[in-house]
């Protein structure tokens, strides 16, 4: 079983791996694993030697303290469930804890993404993306690997992610992999886990809400989709929209009405329910 709390340990066994010629197959993530979390990893697995994986709540991409506070950890059933579909003599686990990251100074560090982090998620969260940002370079250094992976649900994330490995000038692949939705539709998250048994109900209307502006776009509703998904909101008790917009991936510039149809647009939404942020997103053209 290789799980390593320390930075050093981690550095020692990557060195290790490195003369051995082994590619290594990286998934970051903050715990409360589902099955979304091992679909990547499986990925991962398969197309490298090596799995590697972090488990770390990162507490400078939290703009809301209670809302780092209220984040699920249970790091022991997270290493059981990854143990429970991966080899342990191929599988790395990374758990440290706060101070083997940051040592005395929980500060994050500031990038320029080309504009990436000004729009959507960046907006509402000012600096969220410089705590991304530090928390993977750090990961990245620590464990070189061949590729990283990461689900669309975080799709500006993923985009950020490209713009950090250019400025970082790194040999590294970034993998971007399909959502991973329950049956209902509703994207899988570590969040999902603090919804009631009515708010799981009512969050997968989320996901049919994006099939909705899906439908308009294709029908060439180019002008109606906003008002009518944000009415659709409306309607919905326990279903607090904060927005939805219709942007271009390569840049995530907001696509006006007028510009449709056009390629390379999706639909990103963010809504609430039962006090819990939930976001998602879909491709229309």
């Known amino acids: ?7 050093n340990e981690v550095a020692i066994k990557i060195k290790a791996l490195a003369s051995e010629d082994l590619s290594i197959g990286f998934v970051p993530t903050m715990g409360a ?8 990893m499986k990925t991962a697995a398969l197309e490298n030697d090596v799995l590697a ?9 939290f703009n809301n303290s209670t809302d780092l506070d209220k984040y699920p950890r249970n790091v022991g059933k997270d290493i059981e469930l990854i143990y429970s579909h991966f080899d342990k003599e191929q599988t790395i686990i990374y758990t440290p804890d706060v101070d083997d990251v940051y040592s005395d100074q929980i500060i994050a560090k ?3 993404y080309g504009g990436l982090e000004n729009k959507m998620e960046g907006a509402s969260r000012p600096g969220h993306f410089d705590g991304v940002g530090t928390i993977l370079e750090f990961l990245f250094h620590l464990f070189k690997p061949a590729r990283a992976y990461f689900g669309e649900k975080d799709f500006q994330q993923l985009q950020i992610v490209k713009s950090l490995r250019e400025q970082l000038a790194l040999d590294l ?3 971007g992999c399909p959502i991973s939705r329950e049956d209902s539709g509703l994207a899988r998250s570590s969040r999902n886990g603090r919804l009631t048994d009515l708010g799981w109900i009512t969050a997968a209307k989320i996901y049919q809400s994006l099939l909705l502006a899906k439908e308009m776009y294709a029908s060439g509703k180019y002008d109606r ?10 309607k ?7 927005y939805f917009t219709i942007a271009r991936e390569v840049d995530l510039e907001t696509a006006p009405p007028a510009e449709m149809p056009q ?14 942020r939930l976001i998602d997103n879909m491709k229309l053209s």
């Not at 694993?33 to 990547?40: C, M």
């Not at 989709?225 to 909101?233: A, L």
């Not at 390629?263 to 809504?271: D, E, H, N, S, T």
């Open 263 to 276: 390629k390379g647009l999706r639909a990103f939404v963010v809504a609430h329910v039962d006090g819990v």
């Open 33 to 40: 694993l589902h099955d979304g979390h091992i679909a990547l």
């Open 173 to 175: 692949e970034i993998i």
């Open 225 to 234: 989709i906003q008002k009518t998904v944000e009415q659709t909101y409306d």
């Open 53 to 61: 994986v972090s488990i770390f709540v990162n507490p400078t991409q």
């Open 110 to 112: 500031h990038y320029a």
């Open 236 to 242: 919905i008790e326990n279903l607090d929209l904060e």
């Open 1 to 7: 079983m290789m799980v390593f709390k320390s930075k």
